[in-house]
């Protein structure tokens, strides 16, 4: 499902070239919930950008079903980009609209009618367990609330990918389990490919299949989370099981 190949990507600064991503490499199979974690200024999500060319990398190929996302033009892009929806730790939600409104969002952007856009984010509010709230407005919801908004929104054009850029930074660890059991969900349902960013290790044991760990814009150490958790191999994998607790 994605492919990244020698993925490099470089910020000038006025005292220096910032690698934030160093020649990664990764494959993410179809149906994966894939965590890619690491310390503040890992790079992991500058990488996570590169997948959707929110950043555009300096090197390398990014390859989603097949496609180089490099080769494509603008008109090209913009309908790949569809097929990959993405949810953010701040929520990024219309403060202005309300719920319904927000999930048509996306929706109205590619053309829909208004009906069928709204019979659309019906369902999904229902499949994120918000139906009751389609008429209130953002400042009325809760953080957990608000990202399930947003999770709904970013499913709105029927994505294969959903990609979570540390989407439960700022929850509470029970809110934080809700809704990463409605991502597991979402990914046996939908049969969605979920790439979650983030640094907290117990965000990876609960959801994720397989891990990538970033330090200094590489991946250090990559496998399923049965075996990097049981034996970690790199440093840093050992400093962040010591971080949350979960020596072995």
Known sequence: MI????????FQTKETNLHA???????????????????????????????NLLE???????LIGGTNLLELTEEQLRKE??????????????SQRSVLDNVTFPLEIIGKKKSEARGKARELLKLVG???????????????????VAIARALATDPDILLCDEATS???????????SLLKEINEKLGLTIVIITHQMEVVKQICHKVAIMEAGKVVEEGSVPT??????????????????GQK
């Open 3 to 10: 492919r990244l190949e020698h993925i490099t990507k470089t």
């Open 21 to 51: 991503v160093n020649d990664v490499s990764l494959t993410i199979e179809k149906g994966d919930i894939y965590g890619i974690i690491g310390f503040s200024g890992a790079g992991k999500s500058t990488l996570v950008r590169c997948i």
């Open 56 to 62: 555009v990398p300096g090197k390398g190929q990014v």
């Open 81 to 94: 980009r569809q097929k990959i929806g993405m949810i953010f730790q701040h929520f990024n939600l219309l």
């Open 130 to 148: 918000l139906e009751e709230k389609e008429n209130a407005y953002p400042a009325q919801l809760s953080g957990g609330q608000k990202q399930r």
């Open 170 to 180: 700022a929850l509470d660890p029970m809110t934080t389990a809700t809704i990463l």
């Open 228 to 245: 990097v958790f049981s034996n970690p191999k790199s440093e840093v994998a050992k400093n962040l099981l010591l971080t949350e607790g």
